[in-house]
């Protein structure tokens, strides 16, 4: 089982891969998703879970674009 903040996933026996975001399912991933999912899960297990789940935008690219540091 990998965990990561928020997110957790386990590999069932059939191969097939659940993603849950703080307890409720948000993918069911099979086959060569599943695979491509288990390649890359390890380089940054938040950012990837919530990538693969679309999990990833809540409102406050705004408010980042308009900090300092990001101005350019």
């Known amino acids: 089982m990998g965990q990561a903040r928020d997110f957790e996933w386990v590999q069932r026996a059939d191969g097939t891969v659940v993603i849950t975001h ?8 099979r086959g060569g998703r599943a695979a491509e999912f288990l390649a890359e899960v390890d380089d940054d297990p938040q950012l990837v879970m919530a990538r693969w789940t679309g999990n990833y935008r809540h409102g406050n690219e705004r408010t980042a674009k308009q900090h300092p540091r990001n101005r350019g």
């Open 22 to 29: 703080h307890g409720r399912v948000a993918g069911r991933l």
